[in-house]
């Protein structure tokens, strides 16, 4: 099981986002963040805990082990408002986090 | 570019059977990957359903597993799932997915744009 904290996070743009992903029992690395916005497909941020997919920008990084993983947005820009998920791929079935809701303050 | 594009009724009734494709463009389904399913009710999370590999090797989420089938079509470079016995419980929009890693079950780079199932009598 993957716990997100917190469920909402308010903030103004500038403002750094700190993301949590807790598992239930370690994951190692095999873990990754989404992020969707309203009637978006979610996009790859994040894999292997720490390396960026494609095309993303260097604002957005994630670190973690075991069972405690961070996402964190360096500095909000007025696009990176949106619903934020992780996910495991240790071993099936893959998991979802319930999500944290990044939105403007 | 890989590009994949979710196809099937908007609507089914209880207890029927919910079909749908996910077509795949500039990539062979036969060369490898594991090609996913995942859904999100309305207003809810994202929720894995299954994926397959190429060589038909199957994983289901068991919450699922006795109603979920999932198959692939080589000749038209598509995959298909099946649900079986849908309530209002399974009203969610379907995505189909694929990672980017040949050997990655999970961090789905590639997303077809969803489409949205809802059942009712």
């Known amino acids: 099981v993957l716990t997100q904290s917190p469920a909402t996070l308010s903030l103004f743009p500038g403002e750094s986002a700190t993301l949590s992903c807790r598992a239930s029992?370690?994951?190692?690395?095999?873990l990754a963040w989404y992020q969707q916005k309203p009637g978006q497909a979610p996009r790859l941020l994040i894999y292997a805990a720490s390396s960026r997919a494609a095309g993303i920008p260097a604002r957005f990084s994630g670190s973690g082990s075991g069972t405690d993983f961070t996402l964190t947005i360096s500095s909000l820009e007025t696009e990176d408002f949106a619903v934020y998920y992780c996910?495991?791929?240790?071993?099936?079935?893959?998991?979802f986090g319930g999500g944290t809701k990044v939105e403007i303050k | 570019q890989v590009q994949l594009q979710e196809s099937g009724p908007g609507l089914v009734k209880t207890w029927e059977t919910l079909s749908l494709t996910c077509a795949v463009s500039?990539?062979?389904?036969?060369?490898?990957?594991?090609w996913g399913w995942i859904r999100q009710p309305p207003g809810k999370g994202l929720e894995w359903i299954g994926s397959m590999y190429h060589s038909g090797t199957t994983y289901c989420n068991p919450s699922l597993k006795s109603r979920v089938s999932i198959s692939i079509d080589t000749s038209k470079n598509q995959f298909s799932l099946k649900l079986s016995s849908v309530t209002a419980a399974d009203t969610a929009v379907y995505y189909c997915a694929r990672p980017d890693n040949i050997n990655s079950g999970g961090d789905f780079q590639h997303w077809g744009q969803g489409t949205l199932v809802t059942v009712s009598s």
């Open positions: 996910q495991h791929r240790i071993n099936w079935p893959l998991t």
């Open positions: 500039g990539s062979s389904i036969s060369s490898g990957y594991y």
């Open positions: 029992q370690s994951v190692a690395t095999y």
